[in-house]
DNA sequence: TAAGATGATGCAACCCTTTGTAGTTGCATG
DNA sequence: CATGCAACTACAAAGGGTTGCATCATCTTA
């Protein structure tokens, strides 16, 4: 699965991307390209500084706006998800690649990996009772791993 | 109710944070007071720099990032909430003060209040299933209201 | 192919928040 | 008191991300 979730090879991958950025009346550059090829082939979780440092290796000269923008655009199109995992910057990750949600322990910094399945339900009651329809794709929730909260106990 | 969720007097109130400071080897200081006060009296979700406003007219030269820090302890200590509305900035709230969430839509911004009781199943479910206590007290979830999706749908 | 319109980018400036640090304040102990 | 220690703060700098704007690239239409 790729990007748009459709088996197919990286240069066939990004002609769909430039269709679908075509059909809402944008285009497909270069830069775009490179963006989109670093977050379709990290294995996980990407920062937009990891990104950049890897489009700058072909175009020197390309700005990080350009990364944050196009990410931005990208997470408009629900292309790619942003979650925050507690580390002080957005990680970007394929939308339709693993879908998950993470728990982050605030206090040693684990993340355990939640099934999606764990919040459809909430996802349901949203939009029957309160006519929403919640962003729910790649969650970081924050909270305190049992560990720490014994930790907390024992010191007490 | 007030921030430690007793009924008492402002000043018996910020006596009663002092105590708990203590207990954790932290002090009342007259910036933390006044900050404290701009929370507890706001009547809902307080930025940082609502919060340095008021302090700075009475003390002049307190620094914003005691504000920032201050705030972070009073969360460590789990008496005000920090809160994403979608803003830009991060939103401070009285921990005990009126339990809910807001569903904030990504399009128009609009934000719908949500009881906490939507969340407290969830809650159950993280902890017994993944031993995590997940922070669910005061959420922004956000996604798109359907007054906002009908539009997509019309225009398409 | 020319002209106009719209989208995309680089750059600089900015916004919100965090962090390092040196100096101060307050508490405890002798 | 004097001394020592830990907490606290102001200040400055930095970090992550966004925005305004002038320029550049691409598309449309004639
Ligand atoms: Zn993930
Ligand atoms: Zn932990
Ligand atoms: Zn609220
Ligand atoms: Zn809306």
Redesign the pocket.
């Known amino acids: 699965m790729n990007l748009f979730g459709r088996k197919q090879k990286q240069t066939e991958a990004h002609n769909h991307i430039a269709d679908d ?1 075509s059909q809402k ?3 497909m ?1 270069p ?2 390209l490179m963006i989109v090829a670093a977050v379709e082939n990290s294995t996980n979780h990407i ?3 990891e990104i950049y440092e890897q489009v700058i290796e072909k ?1 020197p ?6 990364v ?3 990410l ?1 655009t990208l997470a408009e199109m629900r292309l790619v998800t942003k979650t925050d995992l507690g580390d ?3 990680r970007y990750h394929p939308a339709d690649k693993g879908h998950h949600h993470h728990l982050v322990c605030r206090e040693c910094g684990a993340i355990i990996d939640l099934d999606e399945k764990a919040l459809t339900g909430i996802q349901a009651t949203l939009l029957r009772d309160y006519n929403f329809i919640a962003d729910l794709r790649h969650l970081g929730i924050s909270g305190k791993c049992v560990k720490c909260n014994r930790q907390v106990v024992r010191e007490t």
């Open positions: 950025l009346g944008l285009r550059t830069q775009r920062s937009a500084e175009y000269n390309v700005n990080i706006s350009t944050y923008r196009t931005d002080g910057r957005v």
